[in-house]
C-alpha cells in the first residue's frame, strides 16, 4: 500500500505542503484559482487604485503648476531693480523640487500599472497580464515600505538632534 499522507495532488485532499527549510515553495505546485467573488473583490480594488493614483497625478500636476509659477516668479524678481533676495537658493531648489515629485511619481505611477494591468487580467483572463499588475503592486509597496523606513529614521535623527540640541542649550544657559 502506497503511503500518500504528504504527496500532493486531488487523490489527497489532506495535503500539506512542508515547511519551508530554505527551498523556494513555488506555488504552481497548488492550483490557486480567482474564483468569482475574488475577482469582484480584485475588480473592486482595481477602481479604487485607479482612482487613488489618477488623484496623485493630478497632484503631481499641480506639483509641476507650482513649481513652473516659483520658477517664474523668480525670473520675475530677478528683473526688477532691487536685486533678488531668492536668486541664490532658487537652482537647488528646484532641483529639490524635482526630486521630491520623481520620488512621489513613482510609486503612484506603479498604482495606476497595478490598477489598469488588473482590469486587462480579469477582462480577458490573461496570467501574464495578471502577473505584470501583482509586480506593480509589489514595486508599489516595496517603494512606500522602504521610504516609511527612511522616514522612520529621519524622525528619530530629528529628536535626538532636538533633545541633544535642548540638553546643549540648557548646559550653556546655566555657564
Do not use: C
Request: charged share 15%; no cysteine; proline share 5%.
Amino acid at each position: 500500500m502506497e503511503n500518500t499522507e504528504n504527496t500532493p495532488g486531488q487523490d489527497n485532499p489532506s495535503y500539506q505542503p512542508p515547511l519551508n527549510t530554505g527551498e523556494q515553495y513555488h506555488y504552481e505546485d497548488r492550483d490557486l484559482k480567482i474564483t468569482g467573488q475574488t475577482a469582484i473583490y480584485l475588480r473592486e480594488a482595481a477602481k479604487w487604485t485607479k482612482f487613488l493614483s489618477i488623484l496623485g497625478l493630478i497632484g503631481i500636476g499641480f506639483y509641476v503648476l507650482a513649481m513652473i509659477f516659483m520658477m517664474l516668479t523668480t525670473a520675475a524678481g530677478s528683473l526688477g531693480p532691487l536685486p533678488n533676495q531668492f536668486g541664490a537658493f532658487s537652482i537647488p531648489y528646484f532641483i529639490i523640487m524635482i526630486i521630491i515629485m520623481v520620488i512621489y511619481a513613482l510609486p503612484i505611477w506603479w498604482l495606476y500599472k497595478f490598477s489598469t494591468n488588473l482590469k486587462i487580467a480579469l477582462e480577458i483572463k490573461d496570467q501574464a497580464t495578471l502577473d505584470s499588475a501583482f509586480n506593480f503592486l509589489k514595486k508599489h509597496y516595496k517603494f512606500i515600505g522602504i521610504m516609511t523606513v527612511i522616514m522612520i529614521v529621519f524622525y528619530i535623527l530629528m529628536v535626538i538632534v532636538f533633545i541633544g540640541g535642548a540638553v546643549f542649550m540648557g548646559l550653556n544657559s546655566q555657564v
